[in-house]
């Protein structure tokens, strides 16, 4: 979501994936083929982790620079209160991955992807999802590198596909006083149908359903 709120405006400058123009277009293209060739959840799941185990502690340093930057510029009081979800979402499901990855947790989840046709548009998307947001006035070059977005986006399909849980976690606080909610098995977001003019949004593949009775904290 900080992301999303962030390069809404910036779409118009985006660098096009839609070609062989660039090595890392070909590659983030062929993972996202990858991800599509999975049948099962745990299928998922073992390639969402080999495509992290990749990389670097480097690359998680920038990663994790950028999150620290970024909610640097939001205001107080939401910049504390957002401030665990925003971790959790990225970093606390990093950890979940690669642990469920070593413990063979994905090789006993046997149950079809559900909802196939979501899943298909969020991996035919990736490709040039990884692209739109790249800014170029951003002062660190690091943070511009759609390594950075697939990183994002592929957290989002272990926890969004795998899980089957919100891609932005439960209790995660929005403007106004408006969280995302579990009630029962189900997931309720404010936000959820909010974003479908952002393609590139996760928002428009999370398992979450519209809420239409909104509860503030």
């Known amino acids: 979501m900080l992301m999303q709120m962030r390069d809404s405006k910036k779409g118009d400058t985006a660098a096009a994936a839609g070609d062989d123009r660039t090595d890392s277009g070909a590659l983030i293209r062929d993972i996202a083929t990858r991800l599509l060739s999975a049948r099962t959840r745990g299928g998922l799941g073992t390639i969402v982790a080999q495509e992290i185990s990749a990389y670097s502690l480097f690359d998680l340093q920038i990663i994790g620079g ?18 665990p979800y925003f971790r959790d979402q990225i970093f606390g499901k990093h950890h979940k991955l690669l642990s469920m990855g070593r413990s063979g947790a994905f090789d006993r989840m046997t149950g079809p992807i559900h909802d196939r046709e979501t899943f298909t548009r969020f991996c ?14 951003e002062r660190n070059p690091y943070f511009q590198n759609p390594k950075n977005r697939l990183f994002y986006y592929l957290i989002a399909a272990f926890t969004m596909f795998v899980l089957e849980e919100p891609g932005h976690p439960v209790g995660m606080p929005f403007p106004g006083g408006f969280t995302v909610e579990q009630r029962g098995r189900d997931f ?26 909104a509860k503030r904290v």
């Open 66 to 83: 950028r999150l620290n930057s970024d909610i640097g510029k939001l205001p107080q009081p939401y910049r504390q209160a957002i401030c």
């Open 124 to 137: 035919t998307m990736l490709p040039e999802g990884c692209f739109v947001w790249e800014e170029t006035s």
């Open 188 to 213: 309720y977001c404010l936000i959820r149908d909010k974003e479908k003019d952002v393609f590139w949004s996760i928002c428009n593949f999370c398992p979450a359903l519209q809420t239409e009775e």
